[in-house]
C-alpha cells in the first residue's frame, strides 16, 4: 500500500493583500484551509492562534529561531535531561549555529501526539542535520491525523468529507447501476 502526502510552504508577506478587504480573502484561500500551520516566528512576540480565523486550522506549530555561537552551545552547563546527541561540534560548522524554540498550540482539546517536544522545546540544528527536520515533518503529518479525531474538529471533516462524495456520486454516478 502506498499513499502521498502533499505539504504546502506559503510566505505570508507573499500572499494576495488588499488594504480594503478586512477579511483578506486571498490570504484566507490559502492558510484558512490548512489544518496544520507551521509559523515561523522571528521576533520576540508571542503567537496568538485567535489572529488567525478559520474553521479548518487547528494545530499551530510555533519555531522560533535563536542563533547563537558555538562556543556559547557548547559551554552550557545545564543539564535538562535531554539527548546529549543534538550537541555541535564547533569544529565542523561555520561557528553559528541556530537552536528552534518550538511550541504547539491547539484550538480545541485534542490527544497528544508524537513525536514529543523535549522538555525545553529547544532544538539544535546544524548544516547537514536532519535530526530536526524529520522531527517537524513526522510532527506536522501526526498533527494532522490526529485532528481528524478531535472532537471539535470531527464533525467538521466529516461534513466536507461528505460533500465531496455527494459531489463525485452527481457527478460520476448517475445511469452507472
Same mark, same amino acid.
Given at each position: 500500500?502506498?499513499?502521498?502526502?502533499?505539504?504546502?510552504?506559503?510566505?505570508? &508577506?507573499?500572499?494576495?493583500?488588499?488594504?480594503?478587504?478586512?477579511?483578506?480573502?486571498?490570504?484566507?484561500?490559502?492558510?484558512?484551509?490548512?489544518?496544520?500551520?507551521?509559523?515561523?516566528?522571528?521576533?520576540?512576540?508571542?503567537?496568538?492562534?485567535?489572529?488567525?480565523?478559520?474553521?479548518?486550522?487547528?494545530?499551530?506549530?510555533?519555531?522560533?529561531?535563536?542563533?547563537?555561537?558555538?562556543?556559547?552551545? /557548547?559551554?552550557?552547563?545545564?543539564?535538562?535531561?535531554?539527548?546529549?546527541?543534538? &550537541?555541535?561540534?564547533?569544529?565542523?560548522?561555520?561557528?553559528?549555529?541556530?537552536?528552534?524554540?518550538?511550541? @504547539?498550540?491547539?484550538?480545541?482539546?485534542?490527544?497528544?501526539?508524537?513525536?514529543? #517536544?523535549?522538555?525545553?522545546? @529547544?532544538?539544535?540544528?546544524?548544516?547537514?542535520?536532519? /535530526?530536526?527536520?524529520?522531527?517537524? #515533518? &513526522?510532527?506536522?503529518? /501526526?498533527?494532522?491525523?490526529?485532528?481528524?479525531?478531535?472532537?471539535?474538529?470531527?464533525?467538521?471533516?466529516?461534513? &466536507?468529507?461528505?460533500?465531496?462524495?455527494?459531489?463525485? @456520486?452527481?457527478?460520476?454516478?448517475?445511469?452507472?447501476?
Amino acid at each position: 500500500m502506498s499513499f502521498s502526502l502533499s505539504i504546502s510552504l506559503y510566505v505570508v &508577506t507573499e500572499l494576495p493583500y488588499s488594504a480594503d478587504n478586512a477579511q483578506q480573502l486571498g490570504r484566507k484561500r490559502h492558510i484558512g484551509n490548512d489544518i496544520v500551520v507551521i509559523v515561523y516566528n522571528e521576533c520576540a512576540d508571542s503567537f496568538n492562534p485567535s489572529w488567525i480565523r478559520s474553521n479548518f486550522n487547528h494545530v499551530f506549530v510555533v519555531v522560533q529561531p535563536d542563533r547563537i555561537d558555538d562556543a556559547e552551545l /557548547n559551554d552550557d552547563d545545564d543539564d535538562d535531561g535531554g539527548d546529549k546527541s543534538d &550537541t555541535i561540534d564547533s569544529s565542523s560548522s561555520n561557528n553559528k549555529s541556530c537552536r528552534y524554540k518550538v511550541g @504547539i498550540v491547539c484550538k480545541a482539546p485534542m490527544g497528544k501526539f508524537p513525536p514529543h #517536544l523535549p522538555t525545553n522545546g @529547544i532544538f539544535v540544528d546544524h548544516e547537514n542535520s536532519v /535530526n530536526f527536520r524529520e522531527w517537524l #515533518l &513526522t510532527k506536522l503529518i /501526526n498533527a494532522e491525523r490526529a485532528s481528524y479525531h478531535a472532537p471539535a474538529f470531527k464533525g467538521r471533516i466529516q461534513g &466536507t468529507r461528505k460533500a465531496l462524495l455527494k459531489q463525485v @456520486i452527481d457527478k460520476h454516478g448517475k445511469g452507472k447501476e
